[in-house]
Structure formats: structure tokens, C-alpha cells
């Protein structure tokens, strides 16, 4: 089982609509939580970090996790057709020490 | 703030020939790694530095050396290149020790080996 599993996609959906992406991991003992926007030929972008259980919001994002079922989750509400990317979600692994572990990356495609 | 930063932007290198990958942050952060990206593959740590004067092995160092020559600055050498070592390669730094853990990366080299 990969530590951190994203679906690769392509998610679509129409502009002005929800878009929600999933993201699990496996290490119960995980403490810092991210999601970077990556655009194609270009570098990953950090979005948002989440810590404690819960919603945090910023702006159209809202990063959401669950620790007790070890997903976290980010919803992006008003899609535009420039929140077409790829989203990446990371994760702090304990055992790992100061690095992070990436998922594979989930495409979305906001449909103008 | 220029916040990581990268040279070169592209390069094309022959098989056996030796380049060496520049990053700087001027964030203050004290960690710093090397990420590969290749289609399909995501993101794949090449090797890190936690701190200044450390270093260690990622997930994929076969072929790469580090060096952190301050706090600022960590390149990534590639002896003789091979064409598996085409790739997009990111170096990104983050401020360690700290809870948060945010890693911010820089604009990319996209190497080519033929």
C-alpha cells in the first residue's frame, strides 16, 4: 500500500461547481498535512497546510481532515477554468523524519 | 524575497557528460532537498539536507551527489549522466524543526540526456 493515495483522475467539473479532491495515507502518527497546486511545466505551489482535525478555510479552499480516518480532503468552491492543475497532497511521515511524502497528483479540469 | 531559486532552467546533456544543478532560498530555511518528477512517477526525493553540513540519501540517489555548501545554497551533481536521468528536477527548502513543515520549491530544471 502506498503511504499516501491520491486518484489520479481527470476530475471534472462545470465552472462555479465544487470541486473535491481526496487524498489517504497510511501513517496514524502523521502530524502536518499538505496540498500544492502544480500546472503543467511548472513547479509545485503550495495551497494549503492543515494540522488538527477539522476545516480550515482560505479564500475558495477549504482543506478538511480526519485523522481517525486518516484522509484529508480539499474543496475548491466557485471553479474556474485557472484552478485547471494538478493538485498534489503531502504528507509529514513520522518515521521519515524531515521529509515529506508526496501523492501521485489528482488532475482537475474546470469545464468553462 | 527571490525564495528558491534555480540554474539552469534547461539543459541538454550527452551520455557520460558531468553537470552540476544549482539551488539557493534566501528564506532562512535550513532544510533543503532534491525532488525528480517524471510522468507517471510524481514527485521522488533524490536527496535532502536537514540541515547546514547535513545530508542523506532520498528515495532515488543512484547516480546524483550533493553538496550543502551553506545555508543558503545545496546543488545536486550528476557524474555521467544517463538517459534515465532525464527528468524534471525541483529543489525546494522549509524551514525544519518547526511544526508547520511547509516545503516551497523553486521553478525547475528540465534536463535532458541523450
Known amino acids: 500500500q502506498k503511504e499516501v493515495e491520491q486518484n489520479s483522475g481527470p476530475l471534472s467539473v462545470p465552472e462555479g461547481a465544487i470541486a473535491s479532491l481526496n487524498c489517504t495515507y497510511s501513517?496514524?502518527?502523521?502530524?502536518?498535512f499538505f496540498w500544492y497546486r502544480q500546472y503543467s511545466g511548472k513547479s509545485p505551489e503550495l495551497i494549503m497546510s492543515?494540522?488538527?482535525?477539522g476545516d480550515k478555510e482560505d479564500g475558495r479552499f477549504t482543506a478538511q481532515l480526519n485523522k481517525a480516518s486518516q484522509y484529508v480532503s480539499l474543496l475548491i468552491r466557485d471553479s474556474q477554468p485557472s484552478d485547471s492543475a494538478t493538485y498534489l497532497c503531502?504528507?509529514?511521515?513520522?518515521?521519515?523524519?524531515?521529509?515529506?511524502?508526496f501523492g501521485a497528483g489528482t488532475i482537475l479540469r474546470v469545464k468553462s | 524575497n527571490a525564495g528558491v531559486t534555480q540554474t539552469p532552467k534547461f539543459q541538454v546533456l550527452k551520455t557520460g557528460q558531468s553537470m552540476t544543478l544549482q539551488c539557493a532560498q534566501d528564506?532562512?530555511?535550513?532544510?533543503m532537498y532534491w525532488y525528480r518528477q517524471d510522468p507517471g512517477m510524481g514527485l521522488r526525493l533524490i536527496y535532502y539536507?536537514?540541515?547546514?553540513?547535513?545530508?542523506d540519501k532520498g528515495e532515488v540517489p543512484n547516480g546524483y551527489n550533493v553538496s550543502r555548501l551553506n545555508k543558503r545554497e545545496f546543488s545536486l551533481r550528476l557524474e555521467s549522466a544517463a538517459p534515465s536521468q532525464t527528468s524534471v528536477y525541483f529543489c525546494?527548502?522549509?524551514?525544519?524543526?518547526?511544526?508547520?513543515?511547509?516545503?516551497?520549491f523553486g521553478p525547475g530544471t528540465r534536463l535532458t540526456v541523450t
Open positions: 503531502a504528507v509529514k511521515v513520522t518515521e521519515y523524519g524531515n521529509k515529506l511524502v
Open positions: 501513517d496514524r502518527g502523521s502530524q502536518s
Open positions: 492543515i494540522y488538527s482535525n
Open positions: 528564506m532562512n530555511h535550513n532544510s
Open positions: 539536507s536537514a540541515s547546514e553540513g547535513t545530508t
Open positions: 525546494a527548502s522549509a524551514l525544519s524543526g518547526h511544526v508547520s513543515y511547509e516545503q516551497y
